[in-house]
């Protein structure tokens, strides 16, 4: 735990992160991009983690890049300028990445890099005053470092909307278009959406879990081909043959829990 980052692991295996900049509106600089790997890595390798939330501390979930670093990066040479770009892209593949379940919970304002933190999360629930903004024309400069995962998740026909406005949207419209899953009115509703997921998430797998974000990478946008048949074939076979593919199958049968459940 820094500064910059507050963290709590519950009895459950359920690590919530906090950005803890509220006075920045949780801007991320150098620093905290550098501190937010090293924590996605160490609770990625956790194996006492099964669920990973990410939220922010006061009104904004995070208002993206800190423009006092942005400032200071424009006077960097241009191959100081990419490496510092690619400690951002390198921290949002991290979080992609991340073997666990992660989840975003938007308590506030998300813009830019926020957007980004957003759509690098398996599932994401905002609340409905949330607001979100892809605002870097606005300052001359593009949301080239989180597009991939934004594109991704919106889709190209909506990027190219908000890409190009930098214009505002609230919880409602980031559901529509695909940004987040659920929305809540109030923060009570709020913490009610997000255990349901994690007793969701608790129920199953975590190596299978791993191995279904891998999955979804494998096929995403393939065509469905022979080799890819071969793949996916040879993924199943290995999961049955698993000692975790092996225990949920012997709880069905035997109808009881399987030993990675919290109700255990």
Sequence with gaps: MTENLLVNIDERGIAV?????????????????????AMFTSLGANNAVRVVVLTGAGKSFSAGADLSWMKKTATYSP????????????MLSTLATCPKPTIALVNGAAFGGGVGLTACCDIALAMATAVFSLSEVKLGLTPATISPYVVRAIGARAAQRY????????????????????????????????????????????TAQADCKELIELVAGREIDDELRQETAARIAARRASPEGQEGLSAFFDKRKPNWSADE
């Design 163 to 206: 890409f190009l406005s930098g214009e505002r949207f609230d919880g409602i419209e980031a559901r529509r278009i695909g940004l987040v899953h659920e929305i809540a009115q109030t923060p009570e509703e709020a913490e009610m959406i997000l255990e349901g997921i994690i007793e969701q998430l608790l129920s199953g797998g975590p």
């Design 17 to 37: 992160v906090t950005l803890n900049r509220a006075d920045k509106h949780n801007a991320f600089n150098d620093e905290v991009i550098a501190e937010l790997d």
């Design 79 to 90: 191959q100081d300028n990419e490496a510092d770009a690619m400690r951002l892209s390198g």
